[in-house]
Protein backbone atom coordinates (compact mmCIF):
# COMPACT_ATOMS: atom_id res chain seq x y z
CA UNK A 1 0.00 0.00 0.00
CA UNK A 2 3.19 2.44 0.76
CA UNK A 3 4.36 1.50 -2.20
CA UNK A 4 0.87 2.47 -4.27
CA UNK A 5 0.47 5.92 -2.14
CA UNK A 6 4.02 6.62 -3.41
CA UNK A 7 3.94 6.31 -6.73
CA UNK A 8 0.11 8.40 -6.75
CA UNK A 9 2.22 11.16 -5.20
CA UNK A 10 4.63 11.21 -7.96
CA UNK A 11 2.34 10.87 -10.44
CA UNK A 12 0.43 14.00 -8.95
CA UNK A 13 4.23 15.86 -8.85
CA UNK A 14 4.97 14.96 -12.22
CA UNK A 15 1.91 16.59 -13.61
CA UNK A 16 2.18 19.86 -11.19
CA UNK A 17 -0.79 19.02 -9.24
CA UNK A 18 -0.91 19.90 -5.09
CA UNK A 19 -3.05 17.01 -4.20
CA UNK A 20 -3.21 13.30 -5.37
CA UNK A 21 -6.24 12.57 -7.65
CA UNK A 22 -8.15 9.29 -8.21
CA UNK A 23 -6.90 9.20 -11.35
CA UNK A 24 -3.37 9.48 -9.70
CA UNK A 25 -4.02 6.18 -8.18
CA UNK A 26 -5.74 4.39 -10.72
CA UNK A 27 -2.41 4.68 -12.92
CA UNK A 28 -0.59 3.85 -9.95
CA UNK A 29 -2.16 0.41 -9.23
CA UNK A 30 -1.32 -0.32 -13.25
CA UNK A 31 1.93 0.61 -12.95
CA UNK A 32 2.30 -1.47 -9.50
CA UNK A 33 0.84 -4.58 -11.48
CA UNK A 34 1.43 -4.57 -14.78
CA UNK A 35 4.55 -1.70 -15.26
CA UNK A 36 4.69 1.01 -16.98
CA UNK A 37 3.24 1.81 -20.62
CA UNK A 38 5.65 0.81 -23.46
CA UNK A 39 4.17 1.79 -26.50
CA UNK A 40 7.23 1.47 -28.30
CA UNK A 41 6.38 -1.71 -28.25
CA UNK A 42 4.52 -1.93 -31.86
CA UNK A 43 3.02 -6.28 -32.37
CA UNK A 44 2.03 -7.69 -35.64
CA UNK A 45 -1.95 -7.60 -36.38
CA UNK A 46 -1.67 -11.00 -35.32
CA UNK A 47 -0.22 -10.73 -32.34
CA UNK A 48 -2.47 -7.27 -31.19
CA UNK A 49 -5.81 -9.68 -32.28
CA UNK A 50 -4.56 -12.54 -30.52
CA UNK A 51 -3.56 -10.21 -27.41
CA UNK A 52 -7.35 -8.57 -27.15
CA UNK A 53 -8.97 -12.04 -27.46
CA UNK A 54 -6.94 -13.27 -24.99
CA UNK A 55 -7.80 -10.23 -22.14
CA UNK A 56 -11.39 -10.23 -23.24
CA UNK A 57 -11.43 -13.93 -22.73
CA UNK A 58 -10.78 -13.28 -19.58
CA UNK A 59 -12.77 -10.47 -18.80
CA UNK A 60 -15.99 -12.75 -19.65
CA UNK A 61 -15.20 -15.67 -17.81
CA UNK A 62 -14.48 -13.53 -14.65
CA UNK A 63 -17.65 -11.62 -15.14
CA UNK A 64 -19.30 -14.69 -13.98
CA UNK A 65 -17.52 -15.84 -11.12
CA UNK A 66 -17.95 -15.75 -7.13
CA UNK A 67 -15.75 -13.42 -5.41
CA UNK A 68 -15.47 -9.62 -4.77
CA UNK A 69 -13.03 -9.03 -7.44
CA UNK A 70 -14.63 -6.87 -10.29
CA UNK A 71 -13.48 -6.78 -13.73
CA UNK A 72 -12.45 -3.08 -13.46
CA UNK A 73 -10.37 -2.54 -16.80
CA UNK A 74 -9.37 -4.08 -20.26
CA UNK A 75 -6.03 -3.21 -22.11
CA UNK A 76 -3.98 -4.02 -24.70
CA UNK A 77 -1.46 -1.09 -24.17
CA UNK A 78 1.54 -3.14 -23.78
CA UNK A 79 3.16 -2.55 -20.17
CA UNK A 80 6.23 -3.53 -18.32
CA UNK A 81 8.74 -6.04 -19.29
CA UNK A 82 6.65 -8.92 -20.93
CA UNK A 83 2.74 -8.04 -20.47
CA UNK A 84 1.33 -7.27 -23.85
CA UNK A 85 -2.02 -6.77 -22.28
CA UNK A 86 -3.99 -7.01 -19.49
CA UNK A 87 -7.00 -7.81 -17.34
CA UNK A 88 -7.44 -5.38 -14.57
CA UNK A 89 -9.94 -6.86 -11.69
CA UNK A 90 -10.08 -5.12 -8.13
CA UNK A 91 -11.27 -5.85 -4.81
CA UNK A 92 -14.78 -4.32 -3.42
CA UNK A 93 -14.18 -5.06 -0.22
CA UNK A 94 -11.13 -6.49 2.33
CA UNK A 95 -11.43 -10.01 2.19
CA UNK A 96 -9.16 -12.59 4.41
CA UNK A 97 -10.18 -15.76 3.24
CA UNK A 98 -10.76 -18.02 -0.49
CA UNK A 99 -13.54 -19.77 -0.56
CA UNK A 100 -13.52 -23.07 -2.71
CA UNK A 101 -16.00 -21.93 -5.73
CA UNK A 102 -14.00 -18.89 -5.26
CA UNK A 103 -11.29 -20.51 -5.85
CA UNK A 104 -12.54 -22.83 -8.78
CA UNK A 105 -13.68 -19.49 -10.17
CA UNK A 106 -10.32 -18.07 -10.05
CA UNK A 107 -8.58 -20.98 -12.58
CA UNK A 108 -11.65 -20.37 -14.72
CA UNK A 109 -10.64 -17.01 -15.17
CA UNK A 110 -7.10 -17.50 -15.23
CA UNK A 111 -7.71 -19.82 -18.07
CA UNK A 112 -10.05 -17.60 -20.10
CA UNK A 113 -7.70 -16.33 -22.45
CA UNK A 114 -6.47 -19.18 -23.48
CA UNK A 115 -9.44 -20.68 -24.30
CA UNK A 116 -10.61 -17.72 -25.97
CA UNK A 117 -7.49 -18.22 -28.31
CA UNK A 118 -8.63 -22.08 -28.92
CA UNK A 119 -11.86 -21.03 -29.42
CA UNK A 120 -11.37 -18.19 -32.31
CA UNK A 121 -7.94 -19.36 -33.78
CA UNK A 122 -7.81 -22.95 -33.10
CA UNK A 123 -4.51 -23.14 -31.49
CA UNK A 124 -2.54 -21.08 -28.37
CA UNK A 125 0.05 -18.85 -27.98
CA UNK A 126 2.89 -18.42 -25.30
CA UNK A 127 1.18 -15.62 -23.63
CA UNK A 128 -0.81 -18.07 -21.60
CA UNK A 129 2.20 -19.18 -20.31
CA UNK A 130 2.24 -17.08 -16.84
CA UNK A 131 -1.46 -17.75 -16.28
CA UNK A 132 -1.19 -21.58 -16.64
CA UNK A 133 1.46 -21.29 -13.84
CA UNK A 134 -0.42 -19.26 -11.93
CA UNK A 135 -3.35 -22.20 -12.70
CA UNK A 136 -1.12 -24.68 -11.48
CA UNK A 137 0.15 -23.65 -8.58
CA UNK A 138 -3.18 -22.76 -7.41
CA UNK A 139 -4.68 -25.89 -8.21
CA UNK A 140 -1.73 -27.83 -6.04
CA UNK A 141 -1.90 -25.91 -3.23
CA UNK A 142 -5.93 -26.07 -3.33
CA UNK A 143 -5.07 -30.03 -3.13
CA UNK A 144 -1.92 -30.09 -1.12
CA UNK A 145 -2.75 -27.20 1.55
CA UNK A 146 -6.24 -26.32 1.31
CA UNK A 147 -7.74 -30.04 1.67
CA UNK A 148 -9.84 -29.45 -1.27
CA UNK A 149 -9.98 -32.58 -3.05
CA UNK A 150 -12.61 -35.13 -2.36
CA UNK A 151 -10.47 -38.12 -2.88
CA UNK A 152 -7.53 -37.19 -0.23
CA UNK A 153 -9.57 -35.04 2.01
CA UNK A 154 -8.30 -32.48 4.42
CA UNK A 155 -4.81 -33.77 5.06
CA UNK A 156 -1.68 -31.20 4.73
CA UNK A 157 0.68 -32.99 1.60
CA UNK A 158 2.80 -29.48 1.55
CA UNK A 159 4.09 -27.74 4.22
CA UNK A 160 3.27 -23.55 4.33
CA UNK A 161 6.99 -22.10 3.57
CA UNK A 162 6.32 -19.22 6.45
CA UNK A 163 5.91 -21.52 9.06
CA UNK A 164 8.85 -23.72 7.57
CA UNK A 165 11.66 -21.50 7.30
CA UNK A 166 14.42 -24.18 8.75
CA UNK A 167 13.85 -26.86 6.00
CA UNK A 168 13.85 -25.86 2.49
CA UNK A 169 11.31 -28.92 1.56
CA UNK A 170 7.81 -28.42 1.13
CA UNK A 171 6.57 -31.62 0.25
CA UNK A 172 5.93 -33.55 2.93
CA UNK A 173 7.49 -37.51 3.05
CA UNK A 174 4.31 -39.01 1.03
CA UNK A 175 3.82 -42.63 -1.25
CA UNK A 176 4.28 -43.01 -5.02
CA UNK A 177 0.57 -43.93 -4.93
CA UNK A 178 -0.36 -40.08 -2.90
CA UNK A 179 2.28 -38.39 -5.44
CA UNK A 180 0.26 -39.89 -8.35
CA UNK A 181 -3.39 -38.93 -6.95
CA UNK A 182 -2.49 -35.26 -6.46
CA UNK A 183 -1.22 -34.81 -9.85
CA UNK A 184 -4.46 -36.46 -11.35
CA UNK A 185 -6.38 -34.59 -8.68
CA UNK A 186 -4.53 -30.94 -9.92
CA UNK A 187 -5.27 -32.25 -13.21
CA UNK A 188 -8.34 -32.94 -13.31
CA UNK A 189 -9.07 -29.60 -11.12
CA UNK A 190 -7.38 -27.75 -14.45
CA UNK A 191 -9.14 -29.34 -16.84
CA UNK A 192 -13.16 -28.97 -15.28
CA UNK A 193 -11.94 -24.89 -15.04
CA UNK A 194 -10.73 -25.25 -18.30
CA UNK A 195 -13.88 -26.93 -19.98
CA UNK A 196 -15.80 -24.11 -18.06
CA UNK A 197 -14.36 -21.26 -19.30
CA UNK A 198 -14.26 -22.89 -23.05
CA UNK A 199 -18.07 -23.32 -22.66
CA UNK A 200 -18.35 -19.87 -21.43
CA UNK A 201 -17.11 -18.13 -24.15
CA UNK A 202 -18.33 -20.31 -26.55
CA UNK A 203 -21.58 -19.69 -25.47
CA UNK A 204 -20.81 -15.93 -25.56
CA UNK A 205 -18.92 -15.86 -28.61
CA UNK A 206 -20.61 -12.92 -30.77
CA UNK A 207 -20.14 -10.88 -27.55
CA UNK A 208 -16.30 -12.25 -27.63
CA UNK A 209 -16.02 -11.02 -31.54
CA UNK A 210 -17.85 -7.51 -30.36
CA UNK A 211 -15.67 -6.76 -27.58
CA UNK A 212 -12.72 -7.45 -28.77
CA UNK A 213 -13.65 -5.13 -31.67
CA UNK A 214 -14.32 -2.59 -29.69
CA UNK A 215 -11.39 -3.14 -27.43
CA UNK A 216 -8.60 -3.27 -30.69
CA UNK A 217 -10.06 0.08 -31.69
CA UNK A 218 -9.48 1.64 -28.45
CA UNK A 219 -6.87 -0.06 -26.71
CA UNK A 220 -8.70 0.48 -23.32
CA UNK A 221 -11.95 -0.53 -22.42
CA UNK A 222 -13.36 0.61 -18.67
CA UNK A 223 -15.70 2.75 -16.56
CA UNK A 224 -19.42 2.00 -18.00
CA UNK A 225 -18.66 1.23 -21.20
CA UNK A 226 -17.24 -2.13 -20.15
CA UNK A 227 -19.64 -2.66 -17.96
CA UNK A 228 -22.64 -3.11 -20.37
CA UNK A 229 -20.16 -5.41 -22.27
CA UNK A 230 -20.08 -7.58 -18.82
CA UNK A 231 -23.18 -7.29 -18.01
CA UNK A 232 -24.22 -9.14 -21.07
CA UNK A 233 -22.44 -12.03 -20.81
CA UNK A 234 -24.80 -15.19 -20.13
CA UNK A 235 -24.04 -18.61 -17.71
CA UNK A 236 -23.90 -21.55 -19.21
CA UNK A 237 -26.45 -24.75 -17.64
CA UNK A 238 -23.56 -26.08 -15.43
CA UNK A 239 -21.83 -23.32 -14.15
CA UNK A 240 -23.11 -23.19 -10.72
CA UNK A 241 -23.07 -27.11 -10.44
CA UNK A 242 -19.35 -26.92 -11.33
CA UNK A 243 -19.07 -24.04 -8.80
CA UNK A 244 -20.48 -25.83 -5.73
CA UNK A 245 -19.02 -29.87 -6.43
CA UNK A 246 -15.77 -28.93 -8.83
Known amino acids: MANLVNEAALMAARNNRQAVLMADFSEAIERVVAGLEKRSRVLTPLERQTVAYHEVGHALVGALMPGNHKVSKISIVPRGLGALGYTLQMPEADRFLLLEDELRGQLATLLGGRSAEEI ?20 ERAVTQYGMSATLGPVAFAKNSAQFLDDSSTRRAISAEVAVEIDRQVKQTIDKAHEMALAILQLNRPLLDSATKVLLETEVLEGNQLQVILAQVQAPAGLNTWLAQG
Open 120 to 139: VFGKVSTGASDDIQKATDLA
